[in-house]
């Protein structure tokens, strides 16, 4: 069975910084593409970063800058460094891993709350 479980949410006053950590089992780590999303109350999820097997990234041009996404084959691991942290950057951040081929197949964690206020 694969999960996902995401870490390291909580609650950071603005200009600070949080790293989210995902942790994977129960499939081949390196084989998965894997992202960040976010839901912020009241609107839709939205796509945060990406990084293939082959550590190429993407980012949304909200992320560009402050946030960096990594992995870590050895850890099956995969983490999201956010620095300069805004208040609209307050969602539930999602840590999703797809499985290419004919037939792809993603894989959700079950959130974690990021709060950014003073």
């Known amino acids: 069975q694969v999960q996902l479980v995401e870490s390291g949410g909580g609650l950071v006053q603005p200009g600070g910084s949080l790293t989210l950590s995902c942790a994977v089992s129960?499939?081949?780590?390196?084989?998965?593409?894997m992202y960040w999303y976010r839901r912020a109350p009241g609107k839709q999820r939205e796509l945060v970063a990406s990084?293939?097997?082959?550590?190429?990234?993407n980012y949304a041009d909200s992320a560009k800058g402050r946030f960096t996404i990594s992995r870590d084959k050895d850890k099956k691991a995969s983490y999201l460094q956010m620095n300069s942290l805004k208040p609209e950057d307050t969602a539930v951040y999602y840590c999703?891993?797809?499985?290419?081929?004919?037939?792809?197949?993603?894989?959700w964690g079950q959130g974690t709350q990021v709060t950014v206020s003073s």
């Open positions: 129960g499939t081949t780590f390196s084989i998965l593409v």
């Open positions: 999703a891993g797809t499985r290419l081929g004919v037939i792809p197949q993603t894989y």
């Open positions: 990084i293939t097997s082959a550590g190429s990234t």
